[in-house]
């Protein structure tokens, strides 16, 4: 299987965020990237390619030209007002608050198009962000071109972006921008199927009215986790995108056997909506030592879900989203590749 | 004029809070409160009493009941799931997230129940908080016993906590609930005026529904100034309350001149509404040397101020709210309540 990847995603590194009560280093760093990368390469995964840079016009298919151009300009806008270091946003659109115009200010427009405090934006955040989109861009053209699978090993992630806001360590929706390609190119139906540990929030905002996508995931129970306030069972889609959306909320300390029956129920609705292509937003979260996670998965169960999902038996894309037991990161990414080419 | 004023205040400090790009030393600190009651006494602005406790049912009749049970638990919740120091939450609920449920787990709650992160929750908090309200409230009851002018010098500030929202260093809504309470005793209606340098956006939401409270906010423009989503002149008031909410949004470098004419079609406004009370909410971060704030008001203008709210002719709830230089904050607040007396 090919490999998208490129180093630009270093000029993305977070100075710390506001969690647990205090400011600390992010769990979202660039090694993440390089150790999977350095996987890759061990196990002899394939070709390791450079991303090819795609239009603007491909990614606002997906997200709201202003929020593309926050993330653009958001640093600039914040120097020229005379802060330094990384911008974070401070403040939100909280319920009975405006949501029909946006400030003009940097502080205003960064809680704007945001939603948590843990996703700054550095100098040259841009330039990783928008390499992060084409690398999943990258892949879905070579499925377009007839590879049966391909793994886009983007960061920062993307499954937490939704329209027109970042957020959760992510920037643009990665695996969202990748599916639309792949549509616009002339699929007809894509199964998005998330295994982060954290509910694809974005990927499920961005969708939720379509029938042209179907989007499932499992993840940890937003009454216990982030991002708290989606995820839950009882959201189906809307409109024409009734029945496309399928949530699996699970609890705490969820192991193998309870995760892997839930896949299996969303796997037979994947085959019940008989996609062109499957996405996977693969996160790697789940893991037992996740220092921000709580369910049990093992090394050799991302082998098993790499395997599960090559019964479905379709062009498959694999996007890079979640992880932070750091040091065995690789192992569990690429476990479920190996697992996927059956080896 | 007497003085409501308690020590419990200093049971509320903010470890930091995570503005321009760096944690640092939160602008609303106890030491504002301390100057403040030192210039009351150095005028001899009249007797310093301590607040009576009022019943929480008395908060719920702003609040709901489940935001006053957060300020209550939160930090005790946040020690249960092995955190430490101050809570502060991380995330909000965004644009196409769910507001029909709250969270269950500790940080989805608090960021359910806020709007920025500066406006952390230690484990001394909620007695502050309470004491601030009933401060506030105790201010009311006197009004409410005969007293044409009365100073509740509360803090932590109120006017940016809406009905189920904290943030912008405000908890509840001292105004809001001392407004309440005066109407709860018999007063028809009341009218805020709100001259902290920021816009009310908790009061205004709390009443925007309502004819029998006018609420008047003069504050930096929303395009430039947090709350950065409320606050915008086309805000009129809905349904009943349509006509009694009124907003002066003022441009950075706004000086009293500027100031004082926009103050004066408020006070026009003010005198058509005939009011029973009074109840202004007393910032003083409109002054020319506030670290956060761009209007450009002097001493004396505090005093002038005063004077032109004693033209009302009301019976007047002064409630402590902003300001943020501190070594002035004592001679900016007292002016307005000596520029009231005619001293
Ligand atoms: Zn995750
Ligand atoms: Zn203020």
Redesign the interface.
């Known amino acids: 299987m090919k490999t998208i990847f490129s180093p630009d995603h270093e000029l993305h590194r977070s ?9 600390s280093e992010a769990f979202e760093k660039p090694e993440r990237a390089q150790l999977i990368l350095d996987r890759v390469e061990d196990v002899k995964l394939g070709p390791v390619l450079p991303p090819e840079a795609f239009s603007l016009e491909q990614i606002t298919r997906i997200h709201t030209p202003g929020m593309v151009d926050c993330l653009k300009t958001a640093h600039a806008e ?1 120097l020229a007002s005379d ?6 946003p ?10 029909d ?1 946006v ?3 940097i ?2 427009k960064l ?2 198009y ?5 996703t ?1 934006i550095t100098a040259t955040s841009w330039q990783a962000i928008k390499s992060s989109a084409d690398v999943a861009l990258t892949g879905a053209k070579l499925i377009n071109e007839g590879e049966s699978a391909v793994f886009s090993l983007c960061r920062p992630p993307g499954h937490h972006a ?4 970042f ?2 360590y992510c920037f643009l929706n990665n695996a969202a921008i990748a599916t639309q390609k792949l549509l616009d190119d002339g699929a007809k139906r894509i199964a998005i199927l998330d295994v982060d540990y954290h509910h694809g ?1 974005g990927t499920q ?1 961005i969708f ?1 009215n379509r029938d042209d996508v179907l989007f499932i995931s499992l993840h940890g129970d ?9 995820g ?1 069972a009882d959201e189906f889609g809307l409109g024409k995108g009734e029945g496309y959306n399928l949530n699996f909320p699970l609890p705490w300390g969820t192991t193998w056997d309870k995760w892997s029956a839930a896949l299996d129920v969303g796997l037979k609705r994947i085959i019940k909506f008989s996609p062109d292509i499957v996405v996977v937003s693969l996160g790697v979260d789940t893991y037992k030592k996740d220092p921000i996670s709580q369910f049990k998965l093992e090394h050799e169960h991302f082998s098993a879900m790499g395997e599960k999902v090559k019964t479905l038996g379709k062009p498959t894309l694999f996007v890079m989203e979640g992880g932070y037991a750091v040091a065995e990161i690789g192992i569990n990414a690429v476990n479920v590749l190996t697992g996927f080419e059956g080896r």
């Open positions: 100075p710390g965020e506001l969690i647990l009560g205090e400011f914040w802060r330094s270091g990384a911008a974070y401070y403040t939100w659109p909280a319920r009975g608050m405006r949501t115009r400030p003009r200010e502080d205003g809680g704007f945001s939603f948590d405090c843990g700054p939704s329209t027109s806001q957020g959760g929030n905002d939720y937003p009454d216990q986790e982030f991002p708290y306030m989606l839950f």
